[in-house]
């Protein structure tokens, strides 16, 4: 099984909501990723997880909040997001130590109103 | 200079034809070279990875990869309607992935 599952698929949310997506994984691994790709862009690194501990924050904005409750759930909390952050919001897992061979969900299509 | 570089195409080719894509890239850190095909508004998908200099097959796909000259390719053989999509090329060392801006591919019957 090499499948990371994402939920919701599609979200829209007013500027004042907060909600959360969720990424699961039974891939066994110990590193979990969330990446944001804008239309025709490259997916660009947001937080990652190590051994369900933050890793690396890109300077990533505090109204994105991640949390990693156990090794095969990831979760990314959002509250007072502005429209620019309207985006395809990616999880990833990979072993630990690297992330070659990281494997990505399908997505949440986000849409901020 | 930007650390991945991707020509974005769009590139068009007739079905059958061999496909080349291409990448290069400044940091001789990278430990490992991945591809990825993406289709309109799904995620990555892995298709190859390597962490050495030289050749990887694996059915139509080959990857390729020189460090010498910091030139990462991606052959595709008997190209297929379905193999349209983005193609992203993702060097990397540690946790960071350094993503391409991705190669349109569009395999006309």
């Known amino acids: ?113 | 200079q930007k650390e991945v570089e991707q020509d974005p195409g769009p590139l068009s080719v007739p079905e059958g034809a061999i496909v080349s894509l291409n990448c290069t890239y400044s940091n001789s850190a990278f430990q490992y070279f991945m591809w990825y095909r993406q289709y309109s508004r799904k995620g990555p998908e892995l298709l190859m990875y390597t962490y050495s200099s030289g050749n990887k097959e694996d059915g139509r796909f080959t990857a390729q990869v020189d460090k010498s000259s910091k030139y990462i390719s991606l052959f595709i053989r008997d190209s297929q309607p379905s193999d349209s999509a983005t193609y992203l090329c993702a060097p990397g060392s540690g946790y960071a992935l350094n993503f391409g801006k991705g190669t349109s591919l569009l395999v006309t019957p």
């Open chain 1, 1 to 113: 099984d090499t499948e990371v599952t994402q939920t919701p698929k599609h979200l829209v949310m007013g500027m004042t909501n907060k909600k959360s997506l969720k990424c699961e994984q039974h891939m066994g691994h110990r590193a979990m990723y969330w990446y944001k790709q804008k239309a025709k862009k490259p997916p660009e690194l947001m937080f990652v997880y190590s051994y369900e501990k933050l890793s690396i924050n890109e300077s990533v904005p505090s109204r994105f909040s991640p949390e990693c409750p156990n090794s095969s759930l990831l979760n990314l909390h959002l509250h007072a997001l502005q429209p620019e952050d309207s985006a395809l919001y990616l999880c990833a897992s990979s072993h630990a130590g690297a992330a070659g061979e990281a494997f990505f969900g399908q997505g949440t299509r986000l849409t901020v109103v």
